[in-house]
């Protein structure tokens, strides 16, 4: 059972272009939604995250959009860039106590072609 | 950074040893995660800890244990190894108990088990 289900597997964006991956999720619980950044080598790196008290949230090239009552989200890059090229993951997680945890989407290799 | 080492970095085993991988955190996290992360299934959650002797299973726990007996430090143990073991792994930490924590992840360590 995948509670978090992301799309596309791989993703190619000409530079300049926008970037649009897409996750969606089961568990209504769910009230914390970070994406990751993760390049070849390396640790996933928390990139941007949101609440679902929000619609959207923007930090520079990198915008969450989310949307409560289809239970999805999604990362938008605007102007992408060929350093932007690497595997992104969505995530969920609920409430907080003993049982804190994020559960991830299966990742989105991207590549921004220059 | 996120102050945690991850050792060994890299490991060649053979199918039926034992392998103990180490996270070492400095910053005094109450909780601390393993995932494993392969291709096609994103990052799994092994096993988590909450607290010094505080334990759970995730996701893709079988042939795994755990011990935490201080705070800095989280063993992740192959008892017996088999190649289906031969992943990256991924140590995490987070201050945890409240919505929105971050998880920040260690740089990894790649385990082939031939």
């Known amino acids: 059972q995948q509670q978090v289900k992301q799309s596309p597997q791989s993703l190619i964006v000409q530079k300049g272009g926008i970037s649009i991956i897409n996750c969606a999720y089961e568990?209504?619980?769910?009230?914390?939604f970070p994406w990751y950044q993760q390049f070849p080598g390396k640790g996933p790196a928390l990139l941007i995250a949101?609440?679902?008290?929000?619609s959207e949230k923007k930090e520079g090239r990198f915008t969450i959009s989310f949307n409560k009552s289809a239970k999805q989200f999604s990362l938008h890059i605007m102007d992408s860039q060929p350093g932007d090229s690497a595997t992104y993951f969505c995530?969920?997680?609920?409430?907080?106590?003993?049982?804190?945890?994020?559960?991830f989407g299966k990742g989105t290799l991207l590549t921004v072609n220059p | 950074d996120a102050g945690i080492t991850q050792s060994p970095r890299h490991k060649v085993t053979e199918t039926g040893t034992p392998v103990t991988l180490r996270c070492h955190q400095t910053?005094?996290?109450?909780?601390m995660y393993w995932y494993r992360q392969d291709p096609g299934h994103g990052l799994r959650l092994i096993h988590y800890?909450?607290?010094?002797?505080?334990?759970d299973k995730g996701e893709v726990s079988d042939g795994y244990s755990v011990s935490r007996s201080k705070t800095e430090d989280f063993l992740l143990t192959l008892e017996s190894a088999t190649s289906s073991q031969t992943s990256v792994y991924f140590c995490?930490?987070?201050?945890?108990?409240?919505?929105?924590?971050?998880?920040?992840f260690g740089e990894g360590s790649w385990l082939t088990v031939v």
């Open positions: 995490a930490i987070s201050a945890g108990g409240l919505t929105g924590n971050t998880i920040y």
């Open positions: 800890s909450y607290g010094v002797k505080d334990t």
């Open positions: 995530a969920a997680s609920k409430g907080g106590g003993s049982n804190y945890k994020l559960t």
């Open positions: 568990n209504t619980a769910f009230d914390y």
């Open positions: 949101i609440r679902p008290d929000v």
């Open positions: 910053e005094n996290h109450r909780y």
